[in-house]
């Protein structure tokens, strides 16, 4: 158990609806990160958030957003979904907002599913 | 981040050690070599980094070169359960995050 709580751990949802996943980082931890892994692509960086303000940002779609809240858990929201949106989306989290020797650690994952 | 280079698939007996390669030529002074699995659609799980010096701990050991740049990941004992995608990812200094390549398919056998 990394103590990285992700939900939900599975989710099927309909084209064009949106949804929201929620994540709570290891105590202590302050950066949230989300990753994406879709059966024909390997882990994508999506976002990193530390203590409540975005600090990095890789290949996140416009229909993609993301905020970290005061208490430092974490919500991906997803908008107008497509089918190749379909996909294991992880949070991580860490203890600082840059690595130099910090350890990420990553949560069990939501599968999302578009139909 | 520095690229790293492993290769795609290996093979290992279990009870055997597995020694995992990987190439980082371009690796920089302040950049740490990590490296992490995933079990099948699990989320990935850390096992180890290191700077300069060789390291180890309850899941593995790290031997990082002189030049440091390569590295092998050594589980001593491997078991079944060992059989995931292994990333070995190099980052640090300014960097954020971790940036995962396409691993090594490691399959523990009877």
């Known amino acids: 158990d990394s103590g990285v709580t992700q939900t939900p751990k599975h989710l099927i949802t309909a084209t064009g609806q949106r949804v929201t996943l929620r994540c709570s980082p290891r105590?202590?931890?302050?950066?949230v990160y989300w990753y994406q892994q879709s059966l024909d692509q390997g882990l994508q960086f999506l976002i990193q958030?530390?203590?409540?303000?975005?600090?990095a940002k890789g290949n996140i779609l416009e229909r993609f957003s993301a905020q970290q809240f005061p208490d430092l858990h974490s919500e991906l929201n997803l908008s107008s979904l497509e089918l190749g949106d379909s996909a294991l989306y992880f949070c991580?989290?860490?203890?600082?907002?840059?690595?130099?020797?910090?350890?990420?650690?990553f949560g069990e994952g939501s599968w999302l599913t578009v139909v | 981040d520095a690229k790293t280079t492993q290769p795609p698939s290996m093979d290992c007996a279990e009870g055997r050690a597995a020694n995992l390669p990987c190439n980082h030529s371009?690796?920089?002074?302040?950049?740490?070599v990590y490296w992490y699995r995933q079990i099948h659609s699990q989320g990935p799980q850390y096992i180890i980094h290191?700077?300069?010096n060789n390291e180890t701990n309850e899941m593995a050991s790290l031997i990082i070169t002189e030049d440091r740049k390569s590295s092998t990941l050594i589980l001593p004992h491997a078991t079944l359960r060992d059989t995931a995608v292994y990333y070995c990812?190099?980052?640090?200094?300014?960097?954020?995050?971790?940036?995962f390549g396409t691993g090594t398919r490691l399959q523990v056998t009877l």
């Open positions: 371009t690796i920089s002074g302040n950049e740490y």
């Open positions: 991580a989290s860490s203890v600082g907002d840059r690595l130099s020797g910090n350890t990420i650690y």
């Open positions: 958030y530390y203590n409540g303000e975005e600090r």
């Open positions: 290191g700077l300069k």
């Open positions: 105590s202590g931890d302050l950066s």
């Open positions: 990812i190099v980052s640090g200094g300014t960097a954020s995050k971790l940036t």
